[in-house]
């Protein structure tokens, strides 16, 4: 048997979601990205933990609110994008993001939650300061992980913790050191 693994993407400014999505598909970065990327399905023999895995981008300019519940209703996994270099992207996914998804998903089978700090080529210091309170906050963060869709760094790393933590889901602390 396997399991389809459905992620989605979640807006909050211009923090680098469909960037992402393109860089991990076409293993460079794209210096122009549509408002929202194609739903795509990764076959199975590419993914590291050999399930197809679609992926969800969502763009608030293209969809309506009640498009983005149905994806988050459907997703198995998702993971908040915000870019390490703005605070304010930070700060909404405590105050909209997190509360949102909650609403939105049964306390018993709520999704498990990534926080993903992008742009990472753009800062000397690493967010994780201010994430792990959050992290300690939420149980149903599964995990965190810095990356930049510019330089391609850890964007494989993102999407296999996102199947992983579909399939394999560990303690919520877990929380990877940034590779240099
Ligand atoms: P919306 O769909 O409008 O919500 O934006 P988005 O979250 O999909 O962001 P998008 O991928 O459109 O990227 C927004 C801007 O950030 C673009 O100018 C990208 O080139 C830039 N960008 C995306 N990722 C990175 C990154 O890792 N580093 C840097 N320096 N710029 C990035
Ligand atoms: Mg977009």
Not at 16 to 25: A, P
Not at 30 to 56: M, S, Y
Not at 110 to 115: D, F, S
Request: include cysteine; proline fraction near 6%; charge should be negative.
């Amino acid at each position: 048997a396997f399991i389809d693994v459905t992620l989605s993407l979640l807006k909050i400014t211009k923090v680098g979601k469909t960037s992402l999505i393109m860089s991990l598909v076409s293993e460079e970065f794209p210096d122009e990205v549509p408002l929202r990327a194609e739903e795509i399905t990764i076959p199975a023999d590419v993914t590291p933990e050999r399930v197809p895995t679609h992926i969800v981008d969502y763009s608030e300019a293209e969809q309506s609110d009640e498009q983005l519940y149905q994806e988050i209703s459907k997703a198995n996994v998702i993971c908040i994008v915000y870019s390490v270099n703005n605070k304010k992207s930070i700060e909404k996914v405590t105050s909209h993001w997190i509360p949102l998804i909650n609403d939105r998903t049964d306390k018993d089978s709520r999704v498990p939650l990534i926080l993903v700090g992008n742009k990472s080529d753009l800062v000397e210091h690493s967010s994780m300061e201010t994430i792990l309170p959050i992290m300690n906050q939420y149980q149903d963060i599964e995990t965190c992980v810095e990356c930049s869709a510019k330089n391609l760094k850890n964007i494989s790393e993102l999407f296999y913790y996102a199947q992983k933590a579909v399939l394999h889901p560990t303690g919520p602390l877990y929380c990877p050191e940034e590779k240099e």
